[in-house]
């Protein structure tokens, strides 16, 4: 399985970003796509991630804010970012986890989130 990011930037404290990302290859029907977030200290902490059967958790940090989205068809998953804050500045990563027996995690290349005050 291969992810493809893309979105983040630079945006004002308030303002909006859209993170996408694309699956490819050997996906299995069950599974669990999302984002996380590290920091500057490089801890690293779950932002929002959906299941292919379109349960949906989010951090709390984040709740109200941010939207997950995802298109089993097309194997993408869409974070939308509103109300965005300074806090909120981080690398964004993408995470496909393969459910049932075996499962493990495949994670995307970092995007960059700035959020200025």
């Known amino acids: 399985v291969q992810l493809q990011a893309s979105g983040g930037g630079l945006v004002q404290a308030g303002g909006s970003l859209r993170l996408s990302c694309a699956a490819s290859?050997?996906?299995?029907?069950?599974?669990?796509m999302g984002w996380y977030r590290q920091d500057a200290q490089k801890l690293r902490e779950l932002v929002a991630v959906?299941?292919?059967?379109?349960?949906?958790n989010y951090a709390d940090s984040v709740k109200g804010r941010f939207t997950i989205s995802r298109d089993n068809a097309k194997n993408t998953v869409t974070l939308q970012m509103n109300s965005l804050k300074p806090e909120d500045t981080a690398v964004y990563l993408c995470?496909?986890?393969?459910?049932?027996?075996?499962?493990?995690?495949?994670w995307g290349q970092g995007t960059l989130v700035t959020v200025s005050s």
């Open positions: 995470n496909y986890r393969k459910g049932g027996a075996w499962q493990y995690d495949v």
């Open positions: 290859g050997d996906i299995f029907v069950i599974n669990v």
């Open positions: 959906i299941s292919s059967d379109g349960s949906a």
